[in-house]
């Protein structure tokens, strides 16, 4: 079987790959494509589809703290992360931005900004469990 990727893979890192791709399924759609863990059951590589794209997730070392854990002890963090913007973080094109925002919410992503319509199009944006960030949009 030949697996074929797009040009631009996002590559996410996240303390708790396990629960966070699994959340990404549920919260977002996303579709489980490929899951390798190590022998203690830490996420080592991971791959979503979503859409036409890929999304590949993994969790690096016990060191590492995402987004949402940062910022509780950086007040840079915690200053940028003020805005509902998009600071670093993925956009995903998706076909209805109202019920995908309410699936969202109802897995708990925390709505940064309620669907809107802009002379780009509907969005809204979200963070996930660890606190990357997410803007989805209507093409």
């Known amino acids: ?12 890192s996240y303390s708790d790959g396990v629960a966070a ?7 977002f759609g996303f579709r489980e494509r490929t899951r390798m863990t190590d022998a203690s059951g830490r996420l080592t590589h991971a791959e979503l589809d979503a859409g036409s794209g890929v999304v590949m997730l993994a969790s690096p070392t ?14 840079a963090a915690a200053a940028w992360s003020r805005v509902p913007y998009i600071v670093d ?18 897995a708990g992503a925390r709505i940064l900004s309620e669907p809107e319509r802009t002379e780009h199009g509907a969005l809204y944006r979200a963070e996930d ?11």
């Open 1 to 12: 079987m030949t697996t074929t990727y797009p040009d631009v893979i996002p590559m996410l």
């Open 21 to 27: 791709l699994e959340w990404l399924t549920a919260a």
């Open 62 to 75: 016990p060191d590492y703290e995402g987004p949402a854990r940062h910022r509780e002890h950086c007040d």
């Open 129 to 139: 469990l660890e606190g990357h960030r997410w803007m989805f949009m209507e093409r």
């Open 89 to 106: 973080g993925v956009l995903v094109y998706i076909d209805d931005v109202e019920q995908h925002c309410e699936r969202a919410r109802g």
